[in-house]
């Protein structure tokens, strides 16, 4: 049985947690949050700030952990200060979720239920793939990127490191979408889309620069 720490308790949060309690490998272990002033058991969870994660550790040696915050800037943040002293978050996959075993999914990624992740895609570290959102075969997706719901890319699709595609979106085959831009609601794709824009409509048209 893998323990499972969770970093972050706001709405993402409720729903990674749901992901350790419907998995019968898993045990949650605790929560850690801002929100929490000191290290304690609360409902039976250990709970604290992040910085706090070191005393669970003395506790429970071998406790996974999964950063559950939904801003793509912010986890990688948190990502790496957290790998540096404790090592690789682990991936959260829900058994609702259809992942073919010739994809690939990297460290700290979620998986949603209904999810979709067909052959020869590799999905990178920090990932959202969120309810319903399809990665078809041989897609490349960059590390911290979020899938919102039912957002669904075609085949060969590249998304590059933060992008976040926006709910209902879709994505035609062999398109990039550029590092850290962002993709609106219901959009459609069907040209490559650079670094740090955002991008609406259908077709999908840049409508502004985002500074990072």
């Known amino acids: 049985m893998k323990m499972v720490a969770l970093i972050g308790n706001g709405g993402h949060g409720k729903v990674v947690k749901e992901i350790v309690n ?8 605790g929560i850690f949050d801002d929100r929490f002033s000191s290290f304690a058991v609360r409902e039976g969870l250990y ?27 912010l986890r990688k943040k948190l990502a790496e200060r957290l790998e540096l002293e404790h090592g690789d978050c682990t991936a ?35 990932c959202i793939i969120n309810t319903g959102a399809i990665a078809e075969h041989d897609n490349s997706i960059g590390d911290y990127v979020h899938l919102s719901p039912r957002a669904a890319l075609a085949g060969g699709v590249k998304v590059r490191e933060g992008a976040h ?22 959009a459609a794709v069907i040209s ?4 740090g824009v955002t991008a609406v409509g259908v077709p999908a048209r840049v409508i502004s620069s985002i500074h990072t």
């Not at 490559?192 to 670094?195: A, N």
């Open 22 to 29: 419907t998995r019968s490998d898993m045990q949650l272990a």
């Open 47 to 73: 709970t604290g700030r992040p910085d706090d994660i070191h005393l669970l550790r003395k506790l429970v040696p071998d406790v996974a952990f999964a950063i559950c915050v939904g801003d793509n800037g």
């Open 92 to 126: 959260l996959i829900h058994p609702a979720a259809i992942v073919s075993e010739a994809a690939a999914i990297g460290s700290g990624t979620v998986v949603m239920a209904g999810a979709v992740i067909q052959a020869g895609a590799n999905i990178g570290t920090h």
């Open 165 to 186: 595609i926006g709910i209902g979106a879709s994505v035609i085959p062999q398109i990039e979408i550029g590092r850290w831009s962002v993709i609106g609601a219901g």
């Open 192 to 195: 490559t889309i650079p670094d």
